[in-house]
């Protein structure tokens, strides 16, 4: 198991790994993903793997099919140098988001993931709002989160972004570093320790892929330049996958996301918003939405300027946007808010027929 160790086998996967064990099956670690094809890692090195057709056709959704840094139960057939994957085990930890497009799915980018590294580049592309967004699916999705501010040898104010970071996200770790210049790197490698699996998102050109290559100790992938007018430019990195580092760690670099929309995520709202879940607690009323109840602590935090309006409005459109989520991904709660809509139209047409037989209206 020294082997598995190293990709990141714990006490967590031994635990529920018994059950599989007692079938016969070895386990192995997803590396990549290519739709229904994979290359996983076990002790006995490398091997191409595909999912058994039972796995893949009793999977309720794609989430629940493997994907990059899962472990996977599988049988091996040394003949052929592949391995068969039966099924997926209990994830300590995942990284999604909504997919996009109209459907309500859910989209797993990688699982199993210690820490959450959000990196941002400190020109055009800091954005406050979209950190908090990855903050919540950070701690939704059970990691730690480092935000990273990359390109610090071109801001003029990177002790201003950083101490706005902090001031806002006291508990999180937050690094500056220029992946151009190598400044701060080895403050990252000191905490990517043996066995320790991290994932670097963000969105297209903040430097993650040029990060990586910094810790890893040379240029694993092309970086593309970006262009100085928009700082944007091509995806360097367009598949997942998950590397190991010199220094025992393991990394796993993902393509730079457009767009990050919620997927369910209250409790991670709850840790980003932290103060206003405090707050919350002095509430009159238990269920206090905190926008027009009386006696709202949370307003009154916001007329004395305790509470930013920022920060308050930031939390109300998250918190609407996950209950959206929410609702329309859960078929039994869509089918009770149409019942609900359905008895509220039906009053107002009778309000309507009462009205126009005895007043003309």
Known sequence: MNLLKSLGWNSFFEENSKSFKQNGFSFARVITEHKERYIVALEKGELSAEVTGKLLYSSESNSHLPKVGDWVAVIIYEDEMKAIIHDVLPRKSVFGRKASGKKILEQVIAANIDLLFIVQSLDENYNHRRLERYLVMAYEGKMEPVVVLNKSDIC???????????????DVKSFTVSAEKGNGIDELKSILTEGMTSAFVGSSGVGKSSII????????QK?????LTDSRGKHTTTTRELIQLPSGGIVIDTPGMREFQLWTAASGIESVFSEIEKLGIN?????CTHIHEINCSVLAALETGELSKERYNSYLKLR?????????????EMRK????????????????KFNKRNFGK
């Open 337 to 352: 808010r149409e019942d609900k809509w359905k008895k509220i139209h039906k009053q107002v047409n009778v309000m309507k």
């Open 283 to 287: 509430c009159r009323f238990k269920d």
């Open 223 to 227: 970086v593309n330049e970006i262009r």
């Open 320 to 332: 609407k946007e996950a209950e959206w989520i929410r609702i329309k991904a859960d078929p039994d």
């Open 156 to 170: 003029p104010e990177v002790d201003l972004k950083l101490d706005e970071v902090k001031k806002n996200f006291p």
């Open 213 to 220: 290559n910094k810790l890893l100790g040379y240029e694993r």
